[in-house]
């Protein structure tokens, strides 16, 4: 049973260790910012186990008629929080490689260029794709929990302990305290701006006689 969760830390050689590396880096930092560090780590357990029960579901069916790879790496679980971030994003399209798509489409065709990656199974990617599109469609409802229980879980062993690790960024559960640490380091403090001064140049004198100033139109 904890293989449910484990497959998520299996690497075959340092190539594939380096995409998951990315992978975590940018699709579970920018997952975090938006839900929290708590929200976070709840969520990638369940969709880590979500991806494991349907791929197991799928994987006897699917075998016989194509070849299936063993779902390794973070991949899975990135697939599962892109779906939750396109289906809930208010964007209706974005560019990507220069070309402008629907945002719908943008976790589909990462699909397709993830099967480009060693050791990645397709299967495991799109049955985290899946559980991603069915959670952020409100169909797994019962997995969300308020903020306020998000800001008490903050407080408990072992978040609190996260938050006194140096130089690990903690990202806390309610929207609120998120707002006002990214409003702290907008906002800067006065007199950091570095000033510049602008030279006005004084207005012409007109001329005081009027032949002089049909001479000098």
């Given at each position: 049973?904890?293989?449910?969760?484990?497959y998520?830390?299996?690497?075959?050689?340092l190539?594939?260790l380096?995409?998951?590396?990315?992978?975590?880096?940018?699709?579970?930092?920018?997952f975090e910012?938006?839900?929290?560090?708590?929200?976070?780590?709840?969520?990638?357990?369940?969709?880590?186990?979500?991806?494991?029960?349907?791929?197991?579901?799928?994987?006897?069916?699917?075998?016989?008629?194509?070849?299936v790879?063993d779902?390794k790496?973070?991949?899975?679980?990135?697939?599962?929080?892109?779906?939750?971030?396109?289906?809930?994003?208010?964007?209706?399209?974005?560019?990507?490689f220069?070309?402008r798509?629907?945002?719908?489409?943008?976790p589909?065709?990462?699909?397709?260029i993830?099967?480009f990656?060693?050791?990645?199974s397709?299967?495991?990617?799109?049955?985290?794709?899946?559980?991603?599109e069915a959670?952020?469609?409100?169909?797994?409802?019962?997995?969300?929990?308020?903020e306020?229980?998000?800001?008490?879980?903050?407080r408990?062993?072992?978040?609190s302990?996260?938050?006194?690790?140096?130089?690990?960024?903690y990202?806390p559960?309610s929207?609120a305290?998120?707002?006002?640490?990214?409003?702290?380091?907008?906002i800067p403090?006065?007199?950091t701006?570095?000033t510049q001064?602008?030279?006005c140049?004084s207005?012409?004198?007109?001329?005081?006689?009027?032949s002089?100033?049909?001479q000098g139109?």
């Amino acid at each position: 049973v904890h293989r449910l969760i484990t497959y998520i830390f299996v690497y075959e050689d340092l190539i594939s260790l380096a995409c998951g590396a990315v992978i975590i880096w940018y699709f579970a930092g920018s997952f975090e910012k938006n839900v929290g560090t708590v929200k976070h780590c709840i969520l990638t357990a369940t969709f880590s186990v979500l991806s494991a029960l349907l791929y197991l579901f799928l994987e006897p069916l699917v075998s016989r008629l194509l070849e299936v790879g063993d779902a390794k790496g973070f991949m899975p679980v990135a697939f599962a929080t892109l779906g939750v971030s396109t289906t809930r994003s208010r964007m209706k399209s974005t560019l990507l490689f220069g070309c402008r798509v629907p945002v719908v489409l943008v976790p589909w065709l990462g699909l397709c260029i993830a099967w480009f990656v060693p050791h990645s199974s397709l299967l495991g990617n799109l049955c985290g794709l899946l559980v991603g599109e069915a959670y952020g469609l409100g169909y797994c409802f019962c997995l969300d929990f308020p903020e306020s229980l998000g800001s008490k879980l903050d407080r408990v062993f072992p978040f609190s302990l996260l938050k006194r690790i140096p130089g690990l960024k903690y990202i806390p559960g309610s929207l609120a305290e998120r707002k006002a640490s990214e409003n702290s380091r907008i906002i800067p403090v006065p007199g950091t701006y570095p000033t510049q001064s602008y030279h006005c140049p004084s207005p012409l004198a007109l001329p005081a006689h009027p032949s002089a100033q049909s001479q000098g139109f």
